[in-house]
């Protein structure tokens, strides 16, 4: 198995206080899966390094490690050696950066915060998952992952209308409680 298609060991989204909203972590073929103790210990790691240094770039237990705060989220791309391509770990990094923002975009802001990210945090893990699988970059081409996950706004719209088609149906059926 050829090791240099699995660039990325995880993908780890924390709160200003270190807490995790999101980690992805990807263990290749044949290796042992990390234990969740280890990956606490590892994002704790990473917080304490990266809250005073901003973390752009940092190699942290053998691994290279980018990151990004937004507002009051921290999201950590995690490559799985100290061999990882620092461009790709960062490609990686500024399609989730954008695409996060895109799914915590409201009226007022296109900041990624707290609130925002966990209310639209089944879309964003669609996102992660369009973007790596098992570790190994598979999408970083934005308008691409967005032509693949729908957005929630017209999925919702979609639902809506097909509610309202088939409670029209129904009255034609006769059905009265709807």
Known sequence: MDETVYQIKAIIVLDNNGKRLCSCFYDPPGTPITPLTEK????????????TS?????????????????????????????????LALLDVLN??????KKACATDESIMITKKTFLENYALIRLYID??????????????TILNRVPIADNAAQSLNEAIEMAKEKAKGFGFGFL
Request: charged share 30%; net charge negative.
């Open 40 to 51: 606490d210990k590892f994002e704790k790691l990473i917080f304490e390094k990266c809250k």
């Open 54 to 86: 901003n973390c752009e770039l940092e190699i942290i237990d053998n691994k290279v490690v980018i990151g990004s705060k937004q507002s009051d989220v921290w999201i950590f791309v995690v490559g799985n050696s100290l061999n990882s391509n620092e």
């Open 95 to 100: 399609t989730l950066i954008s695409l996060f």
């Open 130 to 143: 369009e973007i790596v699988s098992d570790g190994i970059i598979f999408e970083v081409d934005e308008e």
